[in-house]
């Protein structure tokens, strides 16, 4: 009973999707500051693209990413996920970003979430 003492209360749904978009907005944004995460896709490294939206997110918050070339091929084999949705509340965010190597190239990575 004591740990329930230290979880927030809930906010409404409205406050707390708007809340979950933002914090997508500006990991996202943080990891391309420093072109992190063109370079991941880059390398095809989707497992450390995982790791990355893992460590960053709450434990609370489900994600699905999707990476995107500028057709709209679908470039990521597997889905980087942290499990499935326990939530029919699923916010969607798109992020544009660029390689920044030899061969310029856009990328979208489309992030699904929902809080559980």
């Not at 707390?16 to 063109?38: G, K, M, P, R, Y």
């Not at 990521?76 to 061969?103: R, V």
Request: hydrophobic letters at 40%.
């Amino acid at each position: 009973m004591s740990c329930l003492s230290i979880i927030p209360a809930s906010t409404s749904v409205k406050d707390s999707t708007e809340n979950i978009d933002s914090t997508a907005q500006n990991i996202l944004s943080s990891f391309d500051s420093n072109v992190h995460l063109a370079a991941l896709i880059n390398s095809q490294n989707w497992a450390s693209l995982k790791e990355c939206l893992e460590s960053s997110l709450p434990l609370i918050v489900w994600f699905n990413s999707t990476v995107f070339d500028q057709t709209m091929h679908i470039l990521n084999p597997f889905p980087i996920s942290n499990a499935s949705t326990a939530s029919d509340k699923i916010i969607l965010t798109d992020y544009i970003c660029a390689s920044q190597s030899g061969t310029y190239a856009i990328y979208i990575l489309q992030l699904q979430l929902s809080q559980v």
